[in-house]
């Protein structure tokens, strides 16, 4: 969604924060893969060429080179891998609110956009169903 405004330097480093993302909690499912997959291509960006840097690393890079409308889009797509599959567990929320506490973001601005995917899922399971028919 918010993925093409980024540089090539945010763009390489957004897909190895996907990856970090997606095994926060020890399990990368098929819905992750595809995600990420997606990203890379979205991205223009081979998955073998994602930064393999640390989570730590890649945070502090991406603050340096980033504004904080872009750290909030990355924020935005990270969080929507975090919680497109089934489950939005204690560990992923864990690594959400690292990210957003290297990124300088609020609580409350995450409590905000959790709310938002939790609608835009619901919309999107249900234009599925319709589209089923």
């Known amino acids: 969604m918010f993925l093409r405004s980024l540089n090539n330097d945010q763009k390489t480093l957004f897909l190895g924060l996907a990856y970090h993302s997606?095994?926060?909690?020890?399990?990368?499912?098929?819905?992750?893969?595809?995600l990420i997959k997606s990203f890379s291509e979205e991205l223009g960006i081979s998955e073998e060429d994602y930064?393999?840097?640390?989570?730590?690393?890649?945070?502090?890079?991406?603050?340096?080179?980033?504004n904080r409308k872009e750290l909030i889009e990355i924020s935005?797509?990270?969080?929507?891998?975090?919680?497109?599959d089934t489950a939005y567990d204690s560990?992923?929320?864990?690594?959400?609110?690292?990210?957003?506490?290297?990124?300088?973001?609020?609580?409350?601005?995450?409590?905000?956009?959790?709310?938002?995917?939790?609608?835009?899922?619901?919309?999107?399971?249900?234009?599925q169903k319709i589209t089923e028919k």
């Open 51 to 66: 930064c393999k840097l640390g989570f730590e690393d890649i945070c502090n890079k991406l603050v340096e080179i980033s």
């Open 22 to 34: 997606a095994n926060a909690n020890g399990v990368v499912d098929a819905a992750e893969k595809k």
């Open 91 to 127: 560990a992923e929320k864990a690594f959400v609110i690292k990210l957003f506490d290297c990124f300088g973001l609020s609580e409350a601005l995450l409590s905000e956009m959790e709310e938002c995917l939790q609608e835009y899922i619901l919309v999107y399971k249900k234009i």
């Open 76 to 84: 935005f797509e990270i969080l929507g891998l975090m919680m497109g």
